[in-house]
């Protein structure tokens, strides 16, 4: 008898960084302002760009392990769309993600609330 694949998903409070590298003082709650639509896509694009590469994709990452994954597609597009060099840069870290971002990045989810119900979300603590 097959039995259906229960997938888990863990994800992460606002009051937390997923890599460690982001903070209330380093622009997570920016990212998490971001990632509700109070600050657009290009403006975080423009914040993201000065400080580099690292920056750039511990953004992406955060927004998806807090379970904005729509935000984060949105974010690679208007990257690349304002800093088209990004596109190398990001496809290094995600690999095929990034053209599945930039094709239809409304296609991911918003929130964790979106995720498909085959998926148990549960956050870290």
Partial sequence: MNRPEIKELTLYPWSMSSTGYWDEDSGLLELAKYARGEIPASEIAQWLWPPGIYVQNSAVIELMDHGNVCPA???V?????????????LTEQFGGLIDMFLANPSMFPNNPSEFPPDIIVRFAE
């Fill in 77 to 89: 597009c208007a990257l690349v769309e304002a800093h088209p060099v990004c596109r190398f840069s």
């Fill in 73 to 75: 597609a949105a974010l």
